[in-house]
């Protein structure tokens, strides 16, 4: 069986060059342009791949690969250092969002049947949590497990369409792996990436209809203080449905900046949620973590691409993500 285990200015652009070759493929050459601390001036952002069946829930291996989610194929896919791709494993119950626990189960938000636990290995599958007072889940989207084991996941809704007229429920979730849950937000318009700070002390919440990224004091128990608009994102536009920030996931660095994927790229904020700068992918990204063996290596995937670019920071070393 396989193993598991400067400043300012603030919104600095990367500039970009498209480089179009044969048999109707593409391969994007594109080079940063400096953000102190985070990636040096001309830092190659790398193509890997396009036409992957969607693009979700990156999460670093400690053999230095990466794994996501192909949404639509019903898989988990992994990326090796040297960029060679192979299947992790297959029939993934539509898993979106990746998370490993202490003993190196892979737990995930699944959408199939809407529900989190553990995925893989195959032999350990486990449901933990499938609904909240009894109405099912709608569309889990993303999550992320603290140190005590407990994992906090988004729920985006789904909206009325058709012959279904149930309202969207979206919200944000804490469950414990004996299944005692707590809904602890449900006042977020579409919640989608969720992450802690270092300390976990700290709930960082993607709003991808609003124009900030959230943040939430841990108060322990299930329960989170109040709201704050933590960072202003350069993303928040208009669009065909409406503004949207198109903000989706969340990582941070070893220094506790938020990086965060948007309609402009990958958006970088130091601590104090103040902007440091924006990485320009060709593809809008919808996310991104940190791997290879030192976590020096940012892989950002999103509408069936997959990059990679070498930062000077690595990611945050405390939590797998």
Do not use: C
């Not at 193509?47 to 949404?71: A, M, N, V, W």
């Not at 960082?204 to 128990?221: D, H, S």
């Amino acid at each position: 069986m396989r193993s598991i285990f400067s400043q300012h200015p603030a919104r600095t652009l990367i500039t970009a060059s498209l480089l179009l070759i044969t048999a109707g493929t593409h391969a994007e050459n594109t080079t940063t342009t400096a953000i102190d601390g985070v990636v040096a001036q001309g830092t190659q952002i790398e193509f890997i791949r396009d036409k992957f069946e969607g693009t979700e829930g990156p999460i670093s291996l400690p053999d230095g690969s990466l794994i996501f989610t192909e949404t639509r194929a019903n898989r988990v896919t992994r990326i090796a250092e040297d960029n060679s791709i192979s299947t992790y494993f297959d029939n993934s119950n539509g898993t979106n969002g990746l998370a490993f626990t202490k003993k190196g189960e892979l737990v995930s938000v699944q959408n199939l049947k809407p529900q989190v636990g553990i995925v893989y290995p195959k032999a350990s599958e486990k449901v933990w949590v499938d609904n909240y007072q009894g109405k099912p889940f709608q569309r889990p989207n993303d999550l992320v497990i603290d140190k005590s084991g407990g994992v906090y996941f988004t729920d985006i809704g789904v909206q009325p369409k058709g012959e279904n007229t149930e309202p969207a429920r979206p919200a944000v979730y804490y469950a414990k792996a004996d299944g005692k849950i707590t809904q602890v937000l449900n006042d977020v318009e579409r919640p989608n990436g969720v992450q802690l700070s270092r300390d976990e002390k700290t709930l960082y919440v993607a709003n991808t209809a609003g124009e900030y990224i959230l943040a939430y004091p841990i108060l322990g128990n299930g329960k989170l203080g109040a709201r704050k608009d933590y960072a202003k994102l350069a993303g928040y536009e208009k669009g065909e449905n409406g503004f949207s920030s198109g903000a989706d996931g969340l990582a941070i660095d070893n220094e506790g900046r938020l990086y965060v994927a948007s309609n402009k790229g990958i958006e970088i904020f130091d601590a104090t949620g103040n902007a440091l700068g924006v990485i320009a992918i060709p593809q809008k990204p919808q996310n991104l973590a940190f791997a290879g063996k030192d976590k020096k290596t940012l892989y950002v995937v999103g509408r069936g691409a997959a990059y990679k670019i070498a930062v000077l920071t690595p990611g945050f070393k405390g939590r797998v993500k």
